[in-house]
């Protein structure tokens, strides 16, 4: 099994910055890919960002592209997720993902990931 744990999030006011951060663990970790999706009060989980693992390659929603900024430490297994300029939208609560198992995948997609974290609150208050 492989373990996720969300880290950083909090009560902010708009216009201001958290870093999210998401450690895995477990036997062994290789991740094909790791992701952040939100899901807000009344509404589905949505994409936010994702990297690849092995050369660092960076995906946004555009709602964040300019704002957000994804990044990883592969010495300490840790993702993390630097958040700028951030909105009342932005209140969420923000889940990490990792995609381990190899084949076709979608990197913006839910189901194209086989392990999640338990979830880290963001509140952006007006």
């Known amino acids: 099994q492989v373990h996720l744990v969300e880290s950083g999030g909090g009560l902010v006011q708009a216009g201001g910055s958290l870093r999210l951060s998401c450690v895995a663990s477990?036997?062994?970790?290789?991740?094909?890919?790791m992701g952040w999706f939100r899901q807000a009060p009344g509404k589905e989980r949505e994409f936010v960002a994702a990297?690849?693992?092995?050369?660092?390659?960076?995906y946004y929603a555009d709602f964040v592209k300019g704002r957000f900024t994804i990044s990883r430490d592969t010495a300490k297994n840790t993702m993390y997720l630097q958040m700028n300029s951030l909105k009342p939208e932005d209140t969420a609560v923000y889940y990490c993902a990792a995609k381990i198992v190899s084949g076709w995948y979608q990197i913006q997609l839910q189901r194209s990931y086989d392990y999640w974290g338990q979830g880290t609150q963001v509140t952006v208050s007006s």
């Open positions: 990297i690849t693992w092995n050369i660092g390659a960076t």
């Open positions: 477990g036997r062994t970790f290789s991740s094909n890919a």
